[in-house]
């Protein structure tokens, strides 16, 4: 019987579910892994996944340094290790019996959109792709983050709804508004609002950019003289975003994490 696993088998696409996923789990009060039904065992057994992984992935994406095939076969095991444990433990099965299950939680789950007991509103359509009083969306900003060395992140950010295509924003919105601050992997504080004091706040006019954050480190504690440096990672919200009519902003999606290179 072939496997029938939704969670995705490349390295870039398992990258992102498993960051969106642990990033979603431990939401809400009470966290979205209760209202999945998920025990306190498989929320740990998740999150080490991703302990595991990002080393790795930081590895793999240095092209030029870390990168070497034993790396990519180790990341390639992550997965199919993934995979066999939701099997067993029927994590997404899990998730696809919630009720009250939301469009977001089907979203960051890639489970199909039916499973939600209502759906998103659709952003109103606009006469122009300019900025205007008018037009209001309730689409929040789906983004993929690909780090590429040097502390640069690559950011494509699509509509929530959709969750795959290309970047673009959304009608009568011309900027991309996001938050942004760079900690210490294992870092026990993360920010999970996007009211955090520690963020700084950005703005792109573009839906595909490029961001350097090693102007974002205010937050990292200074290192002992001749002791290894942690790996970094970046958490960011975003949101659509008007220039000229602010107050018909978007709402924030977030906290999501990306290593650094």
């Not at 790996?231 to 008007?242: G, H, I, Q």
């Amino acid at each position: 019987m072939p496997d029938q696993s939704i969670i995705p088998r490349d390295i870039d696409g398992f990258n992102i579910y498993l960051s969106q996923t642990n990033d979603h789990l431990i939401l809400g009060s009470p966290t979205n892994a209760v209202r999945f039904g998920w025990t306190s065992q498989n929320l740990s057994d998740w999150q080490d996944f991703k302990s595991d992984w990002d080393p790795l992935y930081f590895k793999y994406s240095d092209k030029k340094g870390g990168y070497t095939t034993a790396i990519k076969t180790k990341l390639e095991v992550i997965i199919a290790k993934a995979i066999i444990y939701d099997r067993e433990n029927k994590l997404i099965l899990k998730v696809k019996s919630t009720v009250g299950l939301t469009p977001d939680d089907c979203i960051i789950f890639k489970v199909p959109k039916s499973y939600a007991i209502t759906s998103l509103s659709p952003h109103q359509s606009a006469m122009t792709s300019e900025p205007n009083k008018t037009t209001t969306t309730s689409e929040r900003v789906f983004p993929q983050l690909k780090p590429v060395g040097g502390g640069l992140v690559k950011i494509d950010c699509l509509l929530w709804e959709k969750g795959s295509g290309r970047a673009h924003k959304p009608e009568g919105y011309d900027l991309i508004e996001y938050k942004v601050a760079v900690f210490y992997s294992g870092t026990s504080d993360l920010p999970t609002q996007f009211t955090d004091a520690r963020f700084s706040l950005g703005y792109s006019s573009k839906a595909s950019f490029m961001l350097d954050t090693n102007v974002f480190t205010s937050n990292l504690p200074a290192t002992e003289p001749g002791a290894a440096v942690p790996l970094k990672m970046a958490v960011f919200f975003f949101r659509w975003a008007k220039s000229k009519h602010p107050n018909l902003n978007g709402p924030w999606s977030g906290p999501f994490t990306t290593p650094l290179l």
